[in-house]
């Protein structure tokens, strides 16, 4: 896969406007859209059909998590509109996970279509070992990552999101060809923003991301499509 074909942009805006521009600008350079909750709420699956229209890829970023039969239902639904990539959370459990999985694949050869990647988030990177103790697991998040990565390999999904410090972690104990999506990554010398535990570019590629996910450090740009390029630089110059 080539360098560009790795970056995901966040998508995280909520006016029509805004994505025109940023799916103009950025379609050629770029791997994937990611649409998350705050652009999914306001415009629906138009906002998916817009994107591949214009001949971008999606990642739909909703975390499906709840039982069983009502994931897999939106996921067939969210199969049929075309999206490339989507996730659940993986602590639904071995189930909820193995059954999304079988029926994306189910939806998308009924219509003649390639399956969407299914992933799965295993814990959120803003919660670190206090707030997992906090929930009620007696396991530290990096005990608990390992142990969801190896249940999502396990339920046969494509891989999981998580902090490019962890890529390495879910490589060793997946299977060969398991996926990692990892957002907190941040260009030398960008603004760090919200985001804790960053890594640059180059550092998540060779840690062992196969995606990496970045929004402002390219969105708030002046020129968003120099950004996306000299990330797409950074991530070749490992
Ligand atoms: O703007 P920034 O590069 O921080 O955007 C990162 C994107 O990845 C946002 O859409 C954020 O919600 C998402 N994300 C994250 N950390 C996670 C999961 C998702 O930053 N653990």
Same mark, same amino acid.
């Given at each position: 896969?080539?360098?560009?074909?790795?970056?995901?942009?966040?998508?995280?805006?909520?006016?029509?406007?805004?994505?025109?521009?940023?799916?103009?600008?950025?379609?050629?350079?770029?791997?994937?859209?990611?649409?998350?909750?705050?652009?999914?709420?306001?415009?629906?699956?138009?906002? /998916?059909? !817009? +994107? &591949?229209?214009?001949?971008?890829? @999606?990642?739909?970023?909703?975390? #499906?998590? $709840?039982?069983?039969?009502?994931?897999?239902?939106?996921?067939?639904?969210?199969?049929?509109?075309?999206?490339?990539?989507?996730?659940?959370?993986?602590?639904?459990?071995?189930?909820?996970?193995?059954?999304?999985?079988?029926?994306?694949?189910?939806?998308?050869?009924?219509?003649?279509?390639?399956?969407?990647?299914?992933?799965?988030?295993?814990?959120?990177?803003?919660?670190?070992?206090?707030?997992?103790?906090? /929930?009620? !697991? +007696? &396991?530290?998040?990096?005990?608990? @990552?390992?142990?969801?990565?190896? #249940?999502? $390999?396990?339920?046969?999904?494509?891989?999981?999101?998580?902090?490019?410090?962890?890529?390495?972690?879910?490589?060793?104990?997946?299977?060969?060809?398991?996926?990692?999506?990892?957002?907190?990554?941040?260009?030398?010398?960008?603004?760090?923003?919200?985001?804790?535990?960053?890594?640059?570019?180059?550092?998540?590629?060779?840690?062992?991301?196969?995606?990496?996910?970045?929004?402002?450090?390219?969105?708030?740009?002046?020129?968003?499509?120099?950004?996306?390029?000299?990330? @797409?630089?950074?991530?070749?110059?490992?």
């Amino acid at each position: 896969m080539k360098a560009k074909e790795r970056l995901i942009v966040a998508l995280d805006v909520d006016t029509m406007e805004e994505v025109e521009y940023l799916v103009k600008e950025l379609k050629d350079e770029i791997g994937m859209f990611k649409v998350g909750l705050q652009l999914y709420t306001s415009m629906g699956n138009d906002i /998916i059909s !817009y +994107i &591949k229209e214009k001949g971008g890829k @999606v990642f739909l970023d909703l975390k #499906l998590h $709840d039982i069983p039969n009502t994931v897999s239902e939106t996921v067939r639904v969210l199969t049929k509109s075309g999206v490339d990539m989507m996730n659940v959370h993986s602590q639904g459990g071995y189930e909820m996970m193995k059954l999304a999985k079988e029926t994306s694949i189910k939806t998308a050869l009924e219509l003649g279509m390639k399956p969407p990647m299914l992933i799965a988030v295993t814990i959120l990177t803003s919660l670190g070992d206090t707030e997992v103790a906090e /929930i009620g !697991y +007696i &396991k530290s998040a990096k005990e608990m @990552v390992e142990k969801l990565g190896i #249940l999502t $390999d396990k339920a046969g999904l494509d891989g999981v999101v998580c902090s490019p410090l962890e890529a390495g972690l879910i490589k060793n104990v997946c299977h060969d060809g398991f996926i990692t999506v990892t957002p907190g990554v941040r260009p030398v010398g960008g603004d760090v923003g919200d985001q804790k535990r960053i890594t640059t570019p180059g550092q998540a590629i060779k840690g062992g991301s196969t995606y990496i996910v970045v929004g402002r450090p390219i969105t708030k740009s002046e020129n968003v499509k120099e950004a996306a390029r000299k990330i @797409v630089v950074e991530m070749e110059g490992i």
